[in-house]
T-cell receptor, first 109, second 113 residues
């Protein structure tokens, strides 16, 4: 079993829909990252969380440390949000990230 | 602040040649990580370095792969005698001592023909 599990694996939404991507992890962590990768593109760090909730524009990320669970929400989704969203955790300090397999999001106009 | 710079962006090598991938971390970042993304697969850790030291290389294949982060200059990931299975995107990331501000480079896409 992977230490970081994401769901769903694939997601198709209509433009304007509210989107939720989930991430569960099975290890103790010092931080959780949400990353975005467009096809053939680089990796952009969206959020780093150790507790609570963060918001940036239409993106919201939450984490529940007790339940070892995080969610990424996209409000008013747009076709340009189409990308792979990756959850990654850091177990402590400066240790390397452990990644989920990603969620492939397609937003259709 | 130019961010994490990786070069080249694309690299084509014939089987048996050597590939050298470079990563310049963000200014003020002393920790460098290399990750590999095989086609249609997730990201996997390869090696974690600080200046002149390899901290964790548990994700590196035992043969043909090496990495360094010298006192001066970029971090280098070196793959000797490349094979088709080495074709992948190689990403570098850097972070400061505190661990905040974790930043990825744009990646090097290696194609072995």
């Amino acid at each position: 079993k992977n230490e970081v599990e994401q769901s769903p694996q694939n997601l198709t939404a209509q433009e304007g829909e509210f989107i939720t991507i989930n991430c569960s992890y099975s290890v103790g962590i010092s931080a959780l990252h949400w990353l975005q990768q467009h096809p053939g593109g680089g990796i952009v760090s969206l959020f780093m969380l150790s507790s609570g909730k963060k918001k940036h524009g239409r993106l919201i990320a939450t984490i529940n440390i007790q339940e070892k669970h995080s969610s990424l929400h996209i409000t008013a989704s747009h076709p340009r949000d189409s990308a792979v969203y990756i959850c990654a955790v850091r177990k402590s300090g400066n240790t390397p990230l452990v990644f989920g397999k990603g969620t492939r999001l397609s937003v259709i106009a | 602040n130019a961010g994490v710079m990786q070069n080249p962006r694309h690299l084509v090598r014939r089987r048996g040649q050597e590939a050298r991938l470079r990563c310049s971390p963000m200014k003020g970042h002393s920790h460098v990580y290399w990750y590999r993304q095989l086609p249609e697969e997730g990201l996997k850790f390869m090696v974690y370095l600080q200046k002149e030291n390899i901290i964790d290389e548990s994700g590196m294949p035992k043969e043909r792969f090496s990495a360094e982060f010298p006192k001066e200059g970029p971090s280098i990931l070196r793959i000797q005698q490349v094979v088709r299975g080495d074709s992948a995107a190689y990403f570098c990331a850097s972070s400061p001592e505190t661990g905040d501000g974790y930043t990825f480079g744009s990646g090097t896409r290696l194609t072995v023909v």
